[in-house]
């Protein structure tokens, strides 16, 4: 099992900037790939970006160039800085992780409980 605690969201002013913060622990060593899903108010989960073991890095088209995924190597912590933010990246953020579960790829997604960040004036 991997458990995953998110913080840092909160209320910020448009172009303002929020960093989030995921604290996994469990069977950390499983994880292969982590990342950040969002849902605002009324619409589905969305990904806004990811990070594999490997390093490589994914972002949702709407948030390149803004926002920064990083973790720890040892893949204790996770973070989402988030720059000029805009009133639509107001969501509930998700940090989750996927873990192996088997020799033949299998994998299993843990999710965090959530963090809500509001773009507002």
């Known amino acids: 099992q991997v458990q995953l605690v998110e913080s840092g969201g909160g209320l910020v002013q448009p172009g303002g900037s929020l960093r989030l913060s995921c604290a996994t622990s469990?069977?950390?060593?499983?994880?292969?790939?982590m990342g950040w899903y969002r849902q605002a108010p009324g619409k589905g989960r969305e990904l806004v970006a990811s990070?594999?073991?490997?390093?490589?890095?994914n972002y949702a088209d709407s948030v390149k160039g803004r926002f920064a995924i990083s973790r720890d190597n040892a893949k204790i912590m996770m973070y989402l800085r988030m720059h000029s933010l805009k009133p639509e990246d107001t969501a509930v953020y998700y940090c989750?992780?996927?873990?192996?579960?088997?020799?033949?790829?299998?994998?299993?997604?843990?999710w965090g409980q959530g963090t809500q960040v509001i773009v507002s004036i």
């Open positions: 989750y992780a996927d873990s192996l579960v088997n020799a033949e790829g299998a994998t299993r997604r843990h």
């Open positions: 469990g069977e950390i060593s499983s994880i292969n790939t």
């Open positions: 990070m594999a073991n490997s390093g490589n890095t």
